[in-house]
Nanobody, 123 residues
């Protein structure tokens, strides 16, 4: 059973904005750090952001000042607001719970990472 679902991706021109979502379970919201990753063809998987259970977020240098994470804990949803998008931001964006949580949830029969949502930025 999936515990994480991403949505909201799409195609925009450089300089545009997108807001993608990660819907999780109550357990993940209360217990786990949540990561946004992105993968692009020919590139290594990149950690974009890390959000603590208290809602504090850190970002990789390339997105600082352009991306912002917010959350609606009542809906167990994490949002990634992406502004001033650049072509190098193109990729599939994944949401994932941290490793202690993934192992615990796996033992319960749950999957704690999503299938991703595609973001395409054109010049």
């Amino acid at each position: 059973q999936d515990q994480v679902t991403e949505s909201g991706g799409g195609s925009v021109q450089a300089g545009g904005s997108l807001k993608i979502s990660c819907t999780t379970s109550a357990y993940i919201t209360k217990t786990c750090r949540i990561f946004w990753y992105r993968e692009a063809p020919g590139k290594e998987r990149e950690l974009v952001s890390t959000t603590s259970t208290e809602g504090t977020t850190t970002y990789t240098d390339s997105v600082k000042g352009r991306f912002a994470v917010s959350r609606d804990t009542a809906k167990n949803t994490l949002f990634l607001q992406m502004n001033n998008l650049q072509t190098e931001d193109t990729g599939r964006y994944y949401c994932q719970a941290d490793e202690p949580c993934r192992s615990y949830l796996a033992r319960q029969g749950y999957i704690s990472w999503g299938r991703g949502t595609q973001v395409t930025v054109s010049s």
